[in-house]
């Protein structure tokens, strides 16, 4: 029987608001992590671990050095609602010595698929 409920979903298109709000109030009530493959343009939201989203991802076709995990904050608007700290974005073979993603350009991608897959940090309810 398929699971009616995930704790984790991969999406390609704004998810809707009410499943987000759903993946918020799971684990942490205020936030939800999420890991966004910025070549394939789809992200894995939800989970308690950002490992569990990379692995999903993984399963699906993408390649890990395209993988960026971060937090979301809904209610925080658009330049307070992206935490871009994961434990998988340590990646010295790729100049990130940090859970931080450092690359400019790498963030930049993030935010833009942030704002087009899960929000640009509106309240949901």
């Given amino acids: 029987m398929a699971n009616d409920n995930p704790e984790i ?7 809707e608001p009410c499943e987000l709000a759903r993946l918020v109030e799971l684990f942490f009530e205020d936030m939800v992590k999420y890991v966004v ?5 789809v992200a894995a939201v939800g989970g308690e671990l950002h490992a569990d989203a990379e692995q999903l991802l993984l399963e699906s076709g993408s390649q890990q050095n395209d ?33 931080i993603v450092q690359d400019e350009g790498a963030r930049e991608v993030v935010r833009e698929l942030t704002f087009l897959l899960i929000g640009r940090g509106e309240p949901v309810s």
């Fill in 67 to 99: 993988l960026w995990g971060a937090n979301y904050y809904p209610g925080r608007g658009e330049e307070e609602c992206i935490e871009y700290t994961s434990l998988i974005n340590i990646r010295p073979s790729q100049g990130n010595r940090s859970m």
């Fill in 9 to 15: 979903v991969i999406v390609s298109n704004l998810i």
């Fill in 37 to 41: 493959d910025v070549e394939r343009r």
